[in-house]
């Protein structure tokens, strides 16, 4: 037979290099569950199953590569072809995604074919159906644990209790859990005059700056659980730095931004969620705010992940407008100008070993702490490499998944302790809780050193 | 006669291997020669379709009508081979409302459950079809799988006791006194299973009658004797995409025309065709433009096609045949019936026949209406019975579903594995050693290879018809050296190296009309790889063995690490 004649002109495929932030929409017709063009990018080179974390710790697991675009190119349809239950293992980390020279939606892929296992192949009886739904739902526990911190954090961290959970539900009993603040975000802020208060506050600092007192300076704040009722302090210093830059904040009516029910396949809980804080977010993106988060996996929540799994109206617009809290600073101010002139001295004078989560790393922000910080007075910082912490959400948690989470963790924790500072620092609140379970040392967010650098 | 006729079948494709099932089910001694792997002409270059008749049901009913009847004969006794994906008949806006409904009332007459439904019902099945379809007629096309239905017979013939010659090519027919008495073939690698690097020969075949079963070879093999088959070989490029974009079959519902249907097969989507007459089934142009034509016209049915990445073309010989005196310019006027020529009363040859024209879907029939006339040549009185015994792999096919997860082997890769093997899942899968995914994008486990080799030797090519390894997105890239790494240590390292050899030129065949985009990316990792991990970039005029033992065995006294210690990726924990 003849030669083909060759294709007369070359078109190469420009590669996603990640520095774009855009959620692939791979099947802008329909909103159902079939990703098998989403396999067309794989070339099958392995570069995710190289970058998997759990790959290299868990023989049994098949890999970011089987999970996506392989599993999804062998399914043929919903009913009658099962997901492998492998995809449980997944801890969504997402650095397959970043690592995929080609632009496979991996993430996409391993998320929705969760949410079809969990939805259509899991018993709603099983302990680890439970056990997933209550990790996933912690903004339920946390609210409930907020109504009487004191109690909540004596019980449960009681040992027989944790005995219990970790028999029962097969929690790790490893791990604590973190305290409960005493006073919520939520609450500080409307006891500091919530949104009025804050603009007050940022037109102050506007004329003080020398600005129009009345710039279109305003956020929406999607503080996320954790800040709300474990690290209030985080939320105060975003609040703090924000008005310090004569920004208006307001802090709309929110729920959990659905992170860790994506990583546990809940995806009609995570949409519930997701609704609800669109619903919130989008009338104030209209009106000219933007939302910034000061947890990188919420951020990523909004930005990806919604746009991603839901078809949801005003959820492209909301997508477009998030940002992290300190990316969002250094895009619109001169905040390495202003640290310039800073010395810190007090508390939060010390050396830090900072980590990039992993979703911090998906966003592009990995560098952005230690750029910030590097050269402000009275502080070091040293990155701890890029490893991933192993904890991812509540991956870590489980019984079953703890002993391959501090495997994972190894390498961070050894580079934490050849680190100079013993404090470390993460934009991650479940990082943190690794890092803290890992070394001991006390974590701090990079808006608190902000906070303790610029503000008075 | 004493003992049973003995019969040469010439052709290994679907005709064939129907062909010699029936015969050796009847107790007629068969021996089947092909001058290639199994599927090797014509059947091996098909779309896939199973016919409902639908595509024949205004321009040749009686085609038609004979579709539908083995449509329902296959999806019995070939199940493991069938996928009833249904199929449609789409119209779009500028398509003629009087053919849609010569379509509909063709279906109706000819007995080809047929039903109208709207747009929005038929993009509510396909989502991916174009929004401007007005609407469709559903009938119960489906997809089958041309190498296993083929392999089955092949298995089936043998178990009757047939002899299945692969690599066999057939160079004379032996005449003697006006009549044919046989063949003389040339065995590429001996008797048997294929293995690469044995030495051939000739062998003269002796037999009470030969059956020319070649289709677009037709011509050839009469020629052998002095005999003029007016066989028209017409050819049609097919191009296979990455992924399923339609479970459906997809028929635009026009008079005729090129790039009118979009199969889903297997893990692929498959985009036919052309129709346009060659003079030799074995030398005609293969033309990108055909390849970019057929994916711009079938674009207006599902739009995705436009942008999807498609993994290899290929190009197919219709054995289409017209008696002399019809005198079609156009090859898409010519029937698609089939024709028994009866060389004794024909041209006065006795002892063969041969059978043209028809098509896959028919196979059976055709089968079974050359085998009836053999046995009336030898007055044997035994009934067909191809038609009600099931094909190896599809018995007792219903109980699939339990033994599902018993391999350990992962979801998806389980499922395609039984769905492949059919009945014969279990004693295939079934192994006490570890069972390694050697093809990932097909999901075939190293279980399937071994299964296939005992089947066809060391010829890779065949073990890859047989399972679909290297059939996938990466086209062999990440696969064929672990296929060749399956024949050791049964095959020796030339034999191995033969056939790895012939299993990559053949990958690299078909995807020479692919490159472009997401498979040029693939080609040239699969490239680089080869080319850096497998000396592939060699001097291909250089075919000394390479000299192993020349190499450094690695050091002495390599301390062993214990198994808990080594990460997934083959790194020592963590460092």
Request: a negative charge.
């Amino acid at each position: 037979m003849s030669d083909a004649e060759s294709p007369p002109e070359f078109d190469p495929e420009a590669p996603n290099t990640g520095e774009d932030f855009e959620p692939v929409d791979v099947f802008p017709d329909s909103d159902d569950f079939d990703l098998r063009p989403g396999a067309d990018s794989c070339y099958k080179c392995s570069t995710c199953d190289t970058n998997c974390p759990v790959a290299e710790v868990d023989d049994e697991f098949p890999g970011p590569k089987f999970q996506g675009p392989e599993q999804w190119r062998l399914k043929q349809s919903e009913e009658d072809y099962d997901v492998d239950d492998s995809v449980m293992d997944c801890s969504n980390c997402m650095r397959c995604d970043n690592a995929c020279p080609s632009g496979v939606p991996l993430s996409q892929m391993h998320n929705t074919a969760r949410g079809e296992y969990v939805s259509e192949q899991m018993s709603k009886f099983s302990v680890e159906y439970w056990r997933n739904r209550i990790l996933s739902n912690y903004r339920t526990s946390a609210w409930l644990a907020s109504k009487m911190p004191r109690v909540a954090n004596a019980a449960m961290n009681f040992g027989p209790a944790r005995w219990v959970m970790e028999k029962t539900m097969g929690i790790t009993s490893e791990r604590e859990f973190p305290a409960f603040a005493t006073e919520t975000f939520r609450e500080w802020w409307r006891a500091e005059g919530g949104a009025a208060g804050s603009r007050e506050r940022a037109v102050a600092s506007r004329e003080r700056r020398g600005e129009d007192p009345d710039a279109d300076k305003k956020v929406a704040y999607f503080h996320g659980c954790y800040s709300n009722y474990n690290t209030p302090e985080v939320g105060k210093a975003m609040v703090r730095v924000y008005e310090h830059f004569g920004y208006e904040v307001v802090v709309p009516e929110q729920k959990c931004s659905g992170t860790p029910m994506f990583a546990n396949g809940m995806l009609d809980d995570a949409r519930r969620h997701a609704e609800a804080n669109i619903s919130s977010m989008a009338d104030l993106v209209e009106q000219g705010y933007d939302a910034i988060a000061s947890c990188t996996s919420c951020s990523m929540a909004l930005r990806q992940e919604y746009p991603e799994l839901f078809d949801i109206d005003g959820v492209d617009e909301v997508s477009s407008h998030t940002f992290e809290s300190l990316e969002y600073l250094r895009i619109h101010e001169d905040v390495r100008d202003e640290l310039g002139a800073a010395d810190v001295d007090g508390e939060l004078a010390r050396e830090f070993a900072y980590h990039a989560p992993c979703h911090a790393r998906n966003q592009g922000l990995n560098n952005q702490a230690v750029e910030l910080f590097r050269d402000v007075e009275g502080v070091g910082i040293e990155d701890v490499g890029d490893s991933c912490s192993g904890i991812s959400g509540t991956y870590g948690w489980k019984s079953e998944k703890y002993d391959k989470s501090m495997e994972i963790g190894a390498e961070m924790f050894e580079h934490m302790e050849d680190a100079d500072g013993k404090t470390g620092m993460t934009e991650c609140p479940t990082c943190a809780m690794q890092m803290e379970h890992g070394t001991g040392y006390d974590i701090r967010h990079p808006l608190e050193l902000l906070e303790a650098a610029l503000v008075e | 006669m004493t003992s049973a006729p003995h019969i040469a079948v010439i052709g290994g494709g679907s005709t064939g291997t129907g062909i010699a099932r029936d015969l050796a089910m009847r107790g007629l001694d068969v021996t089947l020669v092909e001058q290639g792997n199994l599927t090797h002409g014509t059947t091996g270059r098909m779309h896939g379709l199973l016919h409902s008749g639908g595509r024949y049901a205004v321009s040749d009913q009686a085609s038609a009508e004979e579709c539908i009847e083995e449509n329902r004969v296959l999806r019995d006794i070939a199940s493991h081979c069938v996928e009833m994906t249904g199929g449609l008949f789409v119209k779009r806006p500028e398509d003629s409302e009087e053919y849609f409904q010569k379509k509909l009332s063709g279906c109706e007459a000819c007995g080809i459950p047929a039903e109208v439904i709207s747009g929005e019902e038929a993009r509510k099945m396909e989502p991916h079809l174009a929004t401007d379809i007005d609407k469709a007629i559903s009938v119960p096309d489906g997809a089958v799988d041309p190498f296993r239905l083929v392999v089955a017979n092949a298995a089936s013939a043998q178990e009757h006791g047939a002899r299945i010659e692969t690599h066999s090519k057939v160079t004379d027919l032996l005449v003697e006194d006006g009549e044919v008495v046989g063949v003389e073939v040339e065995h590429d690698s001996g008797t048997g299973e294929r293995v690469h690097g044995r030495t051939g020969g000739t062998e003269e075949i002796r037999t009470d009658y030969v059956v020319n079963a070649t289709g677009a070879w037709a011509g050839r093999i009469g020629d052998m004797a002095g005999l003029d088959i007016e066989v028209r070989p017409s050819k049609g490029v097919m191009t296979i995409m990455n992924v399923r974009q339609v479970d459906t079959v997809i028929n635009r519902c026009k008079p005729k025309g090129d790039a009118d249907i979009i199969v889903p097969h297997e893990t692929t989507a498959i985009l036919g065709t052309t129709d346009e007459e060659v003079d030799d089934p074995e030398d005609y142009p293969e033309k990108q433009w055909e390849v970019d034509m057929m994916i711009d016209t079938l674009k207006e049915l599902v739009p995705m096609l436009d942008e999807a990445r498609t993994i290899r073309s290929f190009w197919g010989v219709r054995p289409l045949y017209e008696p002399p005196d019809v005198g079609s310019d156009d090859p898409t006027d010519i029937t698609r019936d089939y024709f028994l020529l009866d060389h004794e009363e024909r041209d006065s040859l006795g002892g063969m026949v041969s059978i043209v024209g028809g098509k896959f879907t028919t196979y059976r029939m055709m089968g079974e209406e050359i085998s009836d006339h053999v046995c009336g040549k030898f007055g044997i009185d035994a009934d067909c019975r191809t038609a009600d015994v099931p094909l190896p792999g599809s018995e007792d096919f219903t109980v699939l579903r339990d033994y599902m997860d018993e391999f350990g082997l992962q979801s998806p890769i389980g499922r395609r594995s039984v769905e492949r093997l059919g009945s014969r899942a279990e004693e295939v899968l079934q192994t006490d050693g570890p069972n390694p995914v050697v093809c990932g994008c097909e999901g075939v486990t190293r279980a399937e290879i071994q299964d296939a080799i005992e089947g066809s030797g060391s010829d890779l090519n065949a073990v890859r018809l047989r399972t679909r390894a290297s059939m996938g997105n990466c086209q062999g890239g990440f696969c064929c050296h672990r296929m060749a790494n399956e024949l050791h240590t049964e095959y020796d390292e030339s034999t191995t190296r033969a056939a790895w050899d012939e299993l990559l030129q053949e990958r690299w065949k078909g995807q020479r009309h692919a490159l472009w985009g997401e498979q040029l990316s693939q080609a040239m990792l699969n490239y680089a790889l080869q080319a850096t991990t497998q000396n592939r970039d060699n001097d291909p005029a250089e075919d000394d063995s390479i000299d192993f033992a020349a190499f450094d065995s690695g050091p002495e006294d390599v301390e062993v690490v214990s198994d808990a210690s080594v990460a997934a990726d083959g790194g020592y924990d963590g460092n």
